[in-house]
T-cell receptor, first 108, second 114 residues
Framework: AQRVTQPEKLLSVFKGAPVELKCNYSYSGSPELFWYVQYSRQRLQLLLRHISRESIKGFTADLNKGETSFHLKKPFAQEEDSAMYYCALITGANNLFFGTGTRLTVIP | DGGITQSPKYLFRKEGQNVTLSCEQNLNHDAMYWYRQDPGQGLRLIYYSQIVNDFQKGDIAEGYSVSREKKESFPLTVTSAQKNPTAFYLC?????????????FGEGSRLTVL
């Protein structure tokens, strides 16, 4: 069975500090992973997908199959990064299996 | 504002009553999904539908039912058999045929059982 683990429910960092949101997965197939974000009073939306190898809003995430991880990183946190972040694994036919989420707070 | 529309935003129900949550989309997406969001548990898939007149159970389908008579609509009924129905419910849609992983979400419906 698949599993997506986000060990930190809450994470606080100061503005300008680096931030890393952890995500580990367990999946028997070939993993495709995603990060979703929900800003205050906004809808849950896709932030980035590992297959695109893109940087969105300064965030990057690298899939490490050896460590079964897909951590989300940003070198310098901004106040507008404060949000709820979910790591997700696709399990087939665009079905996403989500982790429990990490609430990031960036302290001014 | 196009996209996914869920209604009502807030709903109260007495124990033993069924309640139906509405989800409509104008994105011309074939696939639609229902997730349940509980604090500390993330999002869990209830039901999904890849095409009209077809739907599949997700991870926590017990106590729920759906229909997909129209492409635009995917209502969710929370039945009296659902043991713990108080939760936040999210509807989403996506393009099928491409595992992009991109789901478009509604604003959600919060159901409270009194």
């Amino acid at each position: 069975a698949q599993r997506v683990t986000q060990p930190e429910k809450l994470l606080s960092v100061f503005k300008g500090a680096p931030v890393e949101l952890k995500c580990n997965y367990s999946y028997s197939g070939s993993p495709e992973l995603f990060w979703y974000v929900q800003y205050s009073r906004q809808r849950l939306q896709l932030l980035l997908r590992h297959i695109s190898r893109e940087s969105i809003k300064g965030f990057t995430a690298d899939l490490n199959k050896g460590e079964t991880s897909f951590h989300l990183k940003k070198p310098f946190a901004q106040e507008e990064d404060s949000a709820m972040y979910y790591c997700a694994l696709i399990t087939g036919a665009n079905n996403l299996f989500f982790g429990t989420g990490t609430r990031l707070t960036v302290i001014p | 504002d196009g996209g996914i529309t869920q209604s009502p935003k807030y709903l109260f129900r007495k124990e033993g009553q069924n309640v139906t949550l509405s989800c409509e989309q104008n994105l011309n997406h074939d696939a639609m999904y229902w997730y349940r969001q509980d604090p500390g548990q993330g999002l869990r898939l209830i039901y999904y539908s890849q095409i009209v007149n077809d739907f599949q159970k997700g991870d926590i389908a017990e106590g729920y039912s759906v229909s997909r008579e129209k492409k635009e609509s995917f209502p969710l009924t929370v039945t009296s058999a659902q043991k713990n129905p108080t939760a936040f419910y999210l509807c989403a849609s996506s393009i099928t045929g491409a595992n992009t992983g991109e789901l478009f979400f509604g604003e959600g419906s919060r159901l409270t059982v009194l």
